[in-house]
């Protein structure tokens, strides 16, 4: 079956680094579209990032434009956040998300674990 499986979080200072990862399996990854979602306490699950299924066009949630880089690597069947400059609100649990059916009604979401980000001042 679907997995996905997300690292990388963690406690970091205000103005920071960190970097995801999630390990995907059970579906041929190279052919999904991949994305990056967040949740911060007491508000709702937000798109962050996007990644289609070569990895040629990414989008992001304006408030992490030219800090946030989203990747994959095909041949390890991984997706990536690399999160620079990170801000205190950037603090939430993070996750990975892949879907099947058109982009506008997916049919069937996926959902990793999550992971934590916490950004201090």
């Known amino acids: 079956q679907v997995q996905l499986v997300e690292s990388g979080g963690g406690l970091v200072q205000s103005g920071g680094s960190l970097r995801l990862s999630c390990a995907a399996s059970g579906f041929s990854f190279r052919y999904y579209i991949m994305n990056w979602y967040r949740q911060a306490p007491g508000k709702e699950r937000e798109l962050v990032a996007t990644i289609t299924s070569a990895g040629s066009t990414t989008e992001y949630q304006d408030s992490v434009k030219g800090r946030f880089t989203i990747s994959r690597d095909n041949d390890k069947n991984t997706v990536y956040l690399q999160m620079n400059s990170l801000k205190l609100e950037d603090t939430a649990v993070y996750y990975c998300?892949?879907?099947?059916?058109?982009?506008?009604?997916?049919?069937?979401?996926?959902w990793g674990q999550g992971t934590q980000v916490t950004v201090s001042s």
């Open positions: 998300h892949t879907f099947e059916g058109p982009v506008n009604a997916p049919t069937r979401n996926y």
